[in-house]
């Protein structure tokens, strides 16, 4: 199983960026995906989740309004739009995956098995 993620880079605040998390290796509308990120010095925190079919997804409240997760089960891959982006968004975006994760499990990082390597996205003042 691979997870590549991708389309990290420099932003200035207020703008926009995408990253994208490609995956083989799995089915992929089998797993549930979620992206996750970590800043210098802190721990790694939950950013959003999406379910199998893309019906139903889950975001931080520090991100809720700004970024929209979204997937592709025909490429395999998920996306993570993000608008009005902050100094404090800068980090390293890591996407996971995992057969089953329940509802209310969704920001754990123990809860997904696999992980990309992640993408940095640095948010200049």
């Known amino acids: 199983v691979q997870l590549q993620a991708s389309g990290g880079g420099l932003v200035q605040a207020g703008g926009s960026l995408t990253v994208t998390c490609a995956t083989s290796?799995?089915?992929?509308?089998?797993?549930?995906m979620a992206w996750f990120r970590q800043a210098p010095g802190k721990e790694r925190e939950f950013v959003a989740a999406?379910?199998?079919?893309?019906?139903?997804?889950y975001y931080a409240d520090s991100v809720k309004g700004r970024f929209t997760i979204s997937r592709d089960n025909a490429k395999n891959t998920v996306y993570l739009q993000m608008n009005s982006l902050k100094p404090m968004d800068t980090a390293v975006y890591y996407c996971?995956?995992?057969?089953?994760?329940?509802?209310?499990?969704?920001?754990?990082?123990?809860?997904?098995?696999?992980w990309g390597q992640g993408t940095l996205v640095t948010v200049s003042s």
């Open positions: 996971a995956a995992d057969l089953s994760v329940s509802p209310t499990n969704t920001q754990a990082t123990n809860a997904y098995r696999y």
């Open positions: 999406i379910n199998r079919s893309g019906s139903i997804t």
């Open positions: 290796g799995l089915t992929f509308n089998y797993y549930v």
